[in-house]
């Protein structure tokens, strides 16, 4: 007999009617992620299933492994929707973690390795989480003082539960801790009956994760998402991917963010294929990871795509096993799809998605112009997507609006945040992205700026995804951001951060001279540029644009013009 879904405060359900559909239409399930895993564990038991480091594991090796983590969890006293902060890299305790909370309907508070104390503290305060697991040090984070900080700080924080890396020195456990792997490694399977677990599996309906979203104001936002509605996303993504058991997945963003595990994880488990992680972001480590496992395919953001094309070494590395690379996160200039033709000669997959749900891509047989300029069209059909007007009126294809989405993907709002949700959702239940967007006669969407990043100079509304596509042709830029810059008659102008390629210079009149040979609208000229090394990057590795806006503020308050 099925269990009633558990309901949490703050948490926004899918309306009653939506439920009974998705349900009688078999867009959703009816499994969680636990089960998921569960099943290819048994189709598959003797097939290779993760690498992680020096770590190989078939599919039955990692069932026991998440069923150990979920009997420890048990032990320690985690019940189902009690919430625990995991902020793990990608390592293979993440994975056993993940899966372990899922399967006795524990929530996982998805948190990147570089969130800071102020963070973490603000996502157990909100969360009133039980448990954290965290690592000892990762790289040149040393978590001992802030594990420390909550201890005294965090009362409600029953357990700390820590792991060590193995390529660094092993250090003393922090007082309080208990070390995660050590605690799994002292859970006996055999005396456990084989169906211990299934009296702790959540219900579908129930919140699976909870998943801070990448803003660059304030403290994140937590978007909870449900069994149902988050495997829908990853059901479909396969589909779109048209993934098989054959293929070779690396991971080499975030474990703990939604591009790491909607696109590539959680797709990779539904279908039987090889998950690669690697806990480095650096072009080096990915291409001796693509050669070594032979991988197949792969998502990054686009600023590693960048470092990767532009790799000294890339020629000497053998990637002849990839089939599809992607990009995500942020605008991916055509520009360097077409660098990524020439240079590595495999397909390229446009990726639009967010972690409230609305996921885009394009396809395998998609002609170049629609790979190159699109973002693809939705990977449910069952999802509803539409371009609105300030008035909220549906809009035809070609014209420009907002945006928006709703149905079995989405979610249905943001966590202990009512006023917020009435602005992020239309009044027919369309959740607001945020984008301005346009769809072709086809359905493929073009995503043409962010809603909120739109640079108004006297008045005239300005692109800045469209001032920094059309800088990134010239040959010499390898990135790009605009932003608006204050003006005390226009209110904004456009300025131009740019990294130039590796022994370039770039001056302001030859970006201008470029930009005027090709007929752009004065509009669309910036009336500043500024040389940058490194782009600042936001936890999620967008290009941090809030740091850059207060870097032409100061440097123009110091010039006496504002």
């Known amino acids: 007999m099925r269990r009633a ?6 948490v926004t359900p899918f309306p009653k009617e939506f439920v009974e559909l998705y349900n009688k239409r078999k867009w959703w399930s009816g499994l969680t992620l636990g089960d998921m895993l569960d099943r290819t564990c048994d189709i598959y038991p ?17 069932k026991e492994w998440t069923d150990r983590a979920a009997i420890a969890f048990i032990e320690l006293g985690i019940k189902k929707t009690d919430r625990v902060l995991l902020q793990l890299p990608n390592w293979a305790e993440f994975v056993y973690a993940y899966y372990g909370l899922y399967k006795i309907g524990a929530i996982p508070v998805m948190c990147i390795p570089r969130y800071s104390q102020r963070e973490m503290e603000h996502f157990c305060e909100v969360t009133e989480a039980k448990a954290w697991i965290v690592p000892i040090q990762f790289e040149k984070i040393d978590y001992k003082a802030m594990i420390e900080s909550l201890q005294k700080s965090k009362p409600q924080l029953k357990h700390i539960l820590v792991v060590d890396s193995y390529l660094q020195e092993k250090k003393p456990l922090p007082k309080g801790t208990i070390s995660f792997l050590e605690l799994l490694k002292s859970i006996d399977l055999k005396k456990y009956p084989k169906d211990y677990l299934l009296s702790f599996r959540p219900d579908p309906e129930d919140v699976c994760h909870f998943m801070p979203t990448g803003g660059t104001t304030g403290l994140p936002k937590l978007v909870p998402r449900t069994h149902n509605d988050y495997l829908c996303n990853v059901e479909f993504r396969a589909k779109a991917w048209e993934r098989s058991t054959r293929d070779i997945t ?6 703990t963010h939604n591009m790491a595990i909607e696109v590539s994880l959680n797709p990779t488990f539904l279908t039987g294929g090889k ?11 990915i291409l001796e990871a693509i050669e070594r496992e032979r991988v197949t395919t792969m998502i990054l953001v686009v600023a590693q795509l960048q470092q990767l094309i532009d790799f000294p070494d890339l020629d000497k590395y053998n990637l002849s096993s990839l089939q599809v690379i992607s990009g995500a996160g942020s605008h991916v200039p055509s520009e360097l799809i077409k660098k990524i033709y020439e240079r590595i000669g495999c397909k390229f997959y446009n990726v639009f998605g967010m972690s409230e749900g609305p996921c885009t891509q394009t396809r395998y047989d998609d002609p170049e112009e629609i790979v190159l300029h699109t973002v693809g069209r939705p990977i449910c059909p069952y999802d509803e997507f539409k371009v609105i007007d300030s008035s909220g009126n549906e809009l035809p294809p070609g014209r420009e609006g907002e945006l928006v989405a709703r149905g079995p993907c989405i979610f ?12 992020a959702f239309t009044t027919d239940g369309f959740f607001r992205t945020g984008d301005i967007a346009k769809f072709d006669e086809e359905g493929h969407i073009t995503i043409t700026g962010r809603k909120k990043d739109i640079i108004i100079r006297g008045g005239e509304n300005i692109s800045a995804l469209e001032v920094e596509e059309l800088i990134s042709k010239y040959p010499k830029v390898e990135q790009v951001s605009a932003v608006g810059m204050p003006d005390p008659i226009l209110g904004e102008r456009v300025c131009a951060f740019i990294k130039p390629k590796r022994g370039e210079t770039i001056s302001f009149e030859e970006i201008i001279s470029f930009l005027k040979e090709r007929k752009t609208s004065v509009l669309y000229l910036p009336e500043r540029i500024e040389i940058i090394e490194e782009m600042p990057l936001t936890n999620v590795g967008k290009i941090d644009k809030k740091q850059l806006r207060e870097v032409i503020k100061e440097k123009l308050k110091k ?4």
Do not use: H
């Open 5 to 10: 879904p558990m309901t949490i405060n703050g």
């Open 46 to 62: 003797n097939k290779e299933a993760l690498v992680a480091e020096n770590i190989r594991l078939t599919y039955r090796q990692l």
């Open 250 to 255: 690396l991971i080499a963003t975030p474990l």
């Open 275 to 285: 998950a690669v992680i690697i806990p480095s972001t650096r072009p080096k480590e």
């Open 412 to 423: 249905r709002g943001y966590y202990k945040a009512e006023a917020e949700n009435k602005e």
């Open 559 to 562: 010039e006496g013009k504002i």
